[in-house]
């Protein structure tokens, strides 16, 4: 892992970073992928890959309405909202 | 006999229920005391946040509901919650500095059964930040201590909540265990904790780390009050998708079971490279002890066991960093003061809100799920997932449940693990249980230079009740659950 790519990465996952946190990042990440680098070690072709430890299908529930939000009290949880709304900046110039 | 003067909070619950059944103390009389031994101890640094005013409300409202007649399992027994689980009113931190003023709108379903069981619940605790760790090192409210040595950790994440029972300030804590953050620090600190099957209790309103990992539980002085709490827990619940409907069996009634005849498997590999022979030794006795109750020993291997970790640290960050992706600053939890546009909003928001050890795991779960990687790593470690829950499948063709050791060493000292992978190696016997979906129980099983140490029993998918039996009848044997630390 080089800077370059710890800031691709950082950029993805919406993170900031200083010049400093670039390079722990790319040596801390790069010990990490060492690590999960001994899945190589394991053949694991035509093994159906698990998702979950409950593998059966979703249950699924009737299509009406089963919580009622409360809007205010919700929007009231936002650093910034006005009118019904949570406020961002700008997106369109 | 009257209860006077300090209160002896070395009472397990099923003690506690007894005494309040029989009128010998009030729910406010132990919540008192609870709350001062909370307040004399703020070096443990246990507690984020104590809910005074709503303990003492609530003690209130049980001991009147008693001297009306009603009654409930736990009715007047403290509890703290792990500040992982949403309480209305109360705030609810998961450790950041992202939550610090965050106050959910609602109870999680543990939290509201626990009320209907009767609980008092005193306060939420300390734990390593949304969950990742394993030494309670990684909270924005600073270190949890160890109360059997100060200069070491409690184990993570569930720290706050295992050091609060250890220290016997409170007789029952709630936990979450995603790779073994109920059992490892239950482990150091000397006390009991199960992390029961995947869907057995309701994640609704317990802030997610990784979702098909993530299972809640009950951290106690023993088995038995661990029965007690997951009765209380357990069961289905239409607000989370992955609740499983099965019926909840009476764990109480189960824990006199005869466990003469019973199979118990001894993991090779758990005993091997990476174990710290003094724990190694403690194990041996407890097998010994399980031999002298009838149990039988059986060899048992778990080949891809080994590779847990690795699988481990590609699927939970993978999942961590989708489930983190909702704090933005937007709807809730804290945002940056200044910045340029939506973008920078975002990033100086997330970077200032979250730590080292949450970043590093959303930049490892971005990387292996972004274009070019998904097949090697995310595709692999579903792969190998499948591998390691396999062989538990054929190991219990021969065993009715495995036992070997929580964790691979004693509580390490505060600072002593600054790589991360280093940090990681502590989970090594716990992790391929959550990849599994198994239930698996720690319990105290010695010491090792005064220092506490678990053994863990894993268990057949949804078969808590012969674990807990199981690690009961360890317990009527034994006398390790019941040692203190000194001071406390």
């Known amino acids: ?15 900031g ?7 722990t990042y790319a040596e801390d990440l790069s010990r990490i992928l060492g690590l999960v680098s001994q899945m190589d070690a394991v053949a694991t072709n035509g093994v159906e890959p698990m998702t979950h430890p409950d593998e059966a299908i979703l249950r699924l529930r009737p299509d009406v309405v089963s919580l009622e939000a409360d809007r205010d009290r919700l929007l009231a949880l936002a650093p910034d909202s006005r009118d019904g709304l949570y406020l961002v900046p700008k997106v369109i110039e | 006999m009257r209860f006077s003067g300090e209160f002896p909070l070395t009472l397990t619950i099923a003690e506690l229920v007894q005494g309040l059944t029989a009128g010998q103390y009030s729910s406010a009389e132990i919540v008192q005391d609870v709350l001062r031994r909370i307040e004399a ?3 443990l640094n246990a507690f984020i946040t104590v809910d005074r005013d709503g303990a003492e409300a609530a003690a209130r409202m049980a001991d009147a509901a008693r ?21 209305a009113g109360i705030r609810t931190t998961c450790g950041s500095r992202m939550l610090t003023d965050f106050v959910a709108p609602y109870d999680a379903t543990v939290v509201a059964r626990l009320n209907a069981a009767g609980c008092v619940p005193v306060g939420k605790t300390n734990m390593d930040e949304f969950a990742m760790g394993s030494s309670n090192e990684t909270s924005f409210f600073g270190p949890v201590r160890n109360p059997w040595d100060a200069q070491r950790v409690p ?19 709630t936990g979450t265990d995603t790779g073994g953050s109920i059992r490892q620090p239950a482990a150091l600190c000397g006390i009991t904790g199960l992390k029961p099957s995947y869907g057995r209790v309701s994640r609704y309103g317990m802030i997610a780390f990784a979702s098909s990992l993530d299972q809640a539980g009950p951290m106690a002085q023993t088995a038995e009050d661990c029965a007690l709490l997951l009765a209380a827990m357990a069961g289905f619940d239409e607000r989370d998708a992955t609740a ?14 005869p466990i003469q005849g019973l199979r118990i498997g001894v993991v090779r590999e758990h005993f091997g490279e990476g174990l710290d022979a003094t724990v190694g030794d403690a194990m041996q006795a407890a097998l010994r002890e399980y031999e002298r109750l009838g149990a039988k020993l059986v060899d048992i291997s778990l080949p891809n066991s080994g590779h847990a970790l690795p699988c481990y640290y590609v699927l939970a960050p993978a999942e961590a960093s989708s489930n983190l992706a909702r704090y933005d600053g937007v709807r809730y939890g804290y ?4 910045y340029r546009d939506l973008e920078d909003m975002y990033k100086k928001t997330r970077s200032q809100g979250f730590g080292p050890e949450v970043k590093r795991r959303i930049m490892i779960g971005t990387y292996a799920l972004s274009a070019g990687y998904y097949d090697a790593y995310y595709l692999k470690a579903q792969r190998l997932r499948r591998l390691i829950a396999q062989d538990f499948g054929q190991a219990f063709e021969s065993c009715d449940v495995i036992a070997g050791p929580t964790a691979p060493s004693p509580a390490f000292a505060i600072g002593a693990k600054s790589d991360p992978v280093s940090m990681y190696l502590n989970d090594i016997y716990t992790i391929p249980v959550n990849l599994a979906g198994l239930p698996a129980i720690s319990l105290p099983a010695g010491f090792v230079e005064g220092l506490p140490v678990g053994l863990q029993l894993i268990g057949r998918y949804l078969d808590e009740a012969r674990l807990l039996n199981v690690a009961h009848k360890f317990q009527e044997a034994t006398d390790w659950h019941r040692r203190a630390p000194a001071g406390f």
């Open chain 1, 1 to 15: 892992m080089n800077k370059e790519d710890i800031e691709k990465i950082a950029h993805l996952a919406r993170l």
């Open chain 1, 17 to 23: 970073m200083t010049e400093q946190e670039r390079d």
């Open chain 2, 41 to 43: 101890q703020p070096g």
């Open chain 2, 67 to 87: 001297a009306r007649g009603q009654n409930a399992p736990l009715l007047g027994v403290p509890i703290a919650h792990k500040d992982i689980f949403c309480t």
């Open chain 2, 155 to 173: 184990g993570g994440s569930s720290g706050g909540s295992a050091a609060a029972v250890a220290a016997r300030l409170v007789p029952a804590a």
């Open chain 2, 244 to 257: 499983l409907t099965a019926a909840v069996p009476d764990y109480q009634a189960a824990l006199r079971s």
């Open chain 2, 335 to 338: 945002r940056a003061a200044e």
